[in-house]
T-cell receptor, first 114, second 114 residues
Framework: AQTVTQSQPEMSVQEAETVTLSCTYD???????LFWYKQPPSRQMILVIR??????QNATENRFSVNFQKAAKSFSLKISDSQLGDAAMYFC???????????FGTGTRLQVFP | DAGVIQSPRHEVTEMGQEVTLRCKPI?????LFWYRQTMMRGLELLIY????????DSGMPEDRFSAKMPNASFSTLKIQPSEPRDSAVYFC????????????FGNGTRLTVT
């Protein structure tokens, strides 16, 4: 069975600095998708970034980028120039290619200090 | 695009009562998901539908839980009878099926069973 592990329950960063959130997953599949979702205190789940496993190039979305290491089954999220509004729970998620089932990690709470 | 709409936003009920949570997916999306979020277990997939048909209900905790999708624009999750351990935030999400598109989440229903 596929599993997603986020080993950092909490992280903190100062405004304008860079922080990296870790995620590892376990799968025997070769094709799949990976996602990072953000959940602010409003509890809305917001898609931050996604990565297709067949693409070697790391995905980027403005200040957010990933370091995708397929062989190591690692998918970390880097947030550059952190802002106060980045404070939230961040969830890593895995999805098998051609299925709709999304499996989440346990989340990392990110605090941003001014 | 109004997004995924869930109602009610909060629900407080007494143990033994029937609870019905409602969801309207994004128009055109043909996959719908019900997730439950708790501190102890994180985000768990309860059930998902594709083209109004339940595909995987292996996450439904027990027979007290049931979900229906009578048409493409409406789904319900019912708990009967409710128990205090059902207290959680319940999310509905929708997506274009096929495993390529991200899930779009509603704002969730916070259920408290006393």
């Amino acid at each position: 069975a596929q599993t997603v592990t986020q080993s950092q329950p909490e992280m903190s960063v100062q405004e304008a600095e860079t922080v990296t959130l870790s995620c590892t997953y376990d799968t025997s599949e070769s094709d799949y998708y990976l996602f990072w979702y953000k959940q602010p205190p409003s509890r809305q789940m917001i898609l931050v970034i996604r990565q297709e496993a067949y693409k070697q190039q790391n995905a980027t979305e403005n200040r957010f980028s990933v370091n995708f290491q397929k062989a190591a089954k690692s998918f970390s999220l880097k947030i550059s120039d952190s802002q106060l509004g980045d404070a939230a729970m961040y969830f890593c998620a895995y999805r098998i290619y051609n299925t709709d089932k999304l499996i989440f990690g346990t989340g990392t709470r990110l605090q941003v200090f001014p | 695009d109004a997004g995924v709409i869930q109602s009610p936003r909060h629900e407080v009920t007494e143990m033994g009562q029937e609870v019905t949570l409602r969801c309207k997916p994004i128009s055109g999306h043909n996959s719908l998901f019900w997730y439950r979020q708790t501190m102890m277990r994180g985000l768990e997939l309860l059930i998902y539908f594709n083209n109004n048909v339940p595909i995987d209900d292996s996450g439904m905790p027990e027979d007290r839980f049931s979900a229906k999708m009578p048409n493409a624009s409406f789904s319900t999750l019912k708990i009967q009878p409710s128990e205090p351990r059902d207290s959680a935030v319940y999310f509905c999400a929708s997506a274009l099926g096929g495993g390529r598109s991200p899930l779009h989440f509603g704002n969730g229903t916070r259920l408290t069973v006393t």
